[in-house]
């Protein structure tokens, strides 16, 4: 497949479906729009993706101003383009566990992990269907790979370090922060401060640690989308 190089996209050039920038932008309210409705029966979705998508800009802003090896204003463009979609394969995840307010049992979880290959399998279709290079491509390999881990103890395939796709590392951090900071089905709120200290505490272990300084060093901004 097109992204077995897991970080083969990163510093490439993309083409989009679209000419204009009116209707690259009408392209990603589609996929906002589109995701809410995989994700809305959690609850509160609309306003996770929207504060997803604002702190990947940051994070990926600050890639840009610290020089970020091989990062393009391009790629970072296509990165928050797709960040909305990352969780798109929870349409295929039943209502009863998306909304189970008990700890799921081992079947549960597995069906609930699978959403990462559902996303990806879906964004792939969707990717080949119009080419191939759009940020849809960057949209499937992020929602395949945003629950690895920087030690390996992610899913689906255990990547490690720098083995995770760079857009996945990105997402990794910015979902967790917004579930941490604002609350989710399966992480209690801790807010801002506290999703701060969590991120500290767990880079190297959960997540990239270059990437995690980086962001934290943009706790102004961020404090701002809360």
């Not at 801790?190 to 767990?202: C, I, M, N, S």
């Not at 990239?208 to 701002?224: H, N, Q, S, V, Y």
Request: net charge negative; hydrophobic share 40%.
């Amino acid at each position: 497949m097109w992204f077995n190089d897991k970080n083969a996209l990163v510093g490439k050039r993309f083409r989009t479906t679209a000419d204009t920038k009116e209707l690259l932008e009408l392209h990603g309210l589609l996929a906002e729009s589109f995701a809410s409705r995989a994700e809305d029966r959690a609850g509160n979705a609309e306003e996770h993706i929207r504060r997803v998508k604002q702190l990947t800009g940051i994070l990926v802003r600050a890639m840009l101003d610290n020089d970020y090896p091989e990062f393009t204003a391009e790629y970072a463009d296509n990165i928050i383009l797709a960040s909305p979609l990352h969780d798109i394969g929870k349409i295929t995840v039943r209502d009863e566990i998306l909304k189970k307010g008990d700890k799921l049992t081992s079947g549960e979880s597995g069906e609930l992990m699978n959403h990462t290959l559902a996303g990806s399998e879906i964004l792939h279709e969707l990717a080949e269907a119009v080419g191939g290079g759009t940020y849809i491509a960057v949209a499937a390999v992020i929602a395949r790979y945003h629950h690895e881990r920087w030690n390996g103890c992610g899913y689906p395939d255990r990547l490690r370090g720098e083995a995770i796709p760079l857009a996945a590392r990105i997402m990794s951090i910015v979902d967790s922060f917004d579930c941490l900071a604002a609350g989710c089905p399966y992480s209690k709120k801790v807010g801002v401060d506290g999703a701060a200290e969590l991120l500290r505490k767990f880079a190297g272990e959960y997540y990239d640690p270059a990437l995690t300084d980086m962001f934290l060093t943009k706790m102004d901004a961020i404090r701002e989308l809360y």
